[in-house]
């Protein structure tokens, strides 16, 4: 008889490599930066104002335009990706504009949009 899927949540016994364990915990310790860049793209706004720079580099007025956002939410968001590394300002006369701060950050675009099938739909297995 073939097993539910909820059979496949967990081990039917308990049984661990104690040696597997600790070399796995000793890496997730230093996983902090990582986990905060994805704590910061998981948040809507922040995905889209690294996609809109995916796509090209723009001044915070054009961002705050293209999302919908006061110009303030949009600076708020953008420091934040900036303390990250994520993207990189640079004023030019009386304007700020913002692009990808490396090809690593814009790689992140391109896999999110690789993994994610086009016409999925949320609920969808």
């Known amino acids: ?24 915990k000793e890496r997730l310790s230093g996983l902090n930066v990582e986990v905060d860049v994805f704590k910061a793209l998981s948040d809507e706004t922040r995905f889209k104002l690294i996609y809109a720079l995916w796509c090209e ?3 915070v ?5 293209a999302l919908d956002l006061p110009i303030a939410a949009v600076s708020y968001h953008l420091r ?3 303390s990250l590394r994520l993207v990189k300002a640079e ?14 950050a814009a790689s992140m675009v391109n896999l ?3 993994l994610i099938p086009a016409r999925y ?4 297995a």
């Open 80 to 82: 934040y990706l900036r």
């Open 57 to 59: 580099e723009l001044c």
């Open 1 to 24: 008889m073939p097993k539910k899927n909820e059979d496949l949540d967990r081990c039917e016994v308990f049984c661990s490599d104690p040696q597997k364990v600790s070399e796995v």
């Open 112 to 114: 999110s949009l690789e």
């Open 91 to 104: 004023k030019k006369g009386k304007m700020v504009f913002y692009k990808l701060a490396d090809q690593k």
């Open 121 to 124: 739909e949320p609920g969808e």
């Open 61 to 65: 007025c054009d961002l705050a335009l």
